[in-house]
């Protein structure tokens, strides 16, 4: 049960602080493109008729439906200008696509191309992918893992979630042991 409910505590918290990759900018398109598919919906389309319009909740639901569409890609293009750098990526070539390509295949495409996160080892500068333990430029232990399965483990661990090793036995630097 505890481990259950600190997955979800974790994964929360992960969702937050990739919303906050959205950029202020992208929000007001976002609203700025909801508030434009409200006005052809309900001003322009209706006077560019000469016949009888589709019924109310018809009207309605496509008016809704479009311009959370429209908002959600501007939303996405933000997004995707800050977290292409993270990773390392293009942001001029991602943003190209994007904005190009019809239907948000650019955005589809992004998110099944994009490379993991980068980080700079602390003690020699190097690019390190996320998913690394050790620098591969200096050895430096970048992030704890178990010394009998070396599998990721959190600081906070006593013991390894894979294979139950104790990780107090294990000789990691004191600065992997200050969180606990």
Known sequence: MATNYSNREESQTSFSSELKLIPRWSVAAAILAFVVMEYLFWVVFPHERHHPGPPFGLRLYFALSW??????????????SNDSPRRGMSVRIWMIICLVMPGGIGAVLYFLLRQPIISLCPACGTHVQSEYHFCPQCAYQVSASCGNCYRSVRITD???????????????????????
Do not use: E, K, Q, T
């Open 67 to 80: 311009g959370a569409l429209a908002s959600l890609y501007m939303l996405m293009v933000g997004y995707i």
């Open 158 to 180: 006593l013991y390894c979630v894979n294979c139950g090793h104790d990780l107090a036995s294990d000789n990691r630097p004191a600065r992997l042991h200050a969180f606990r």
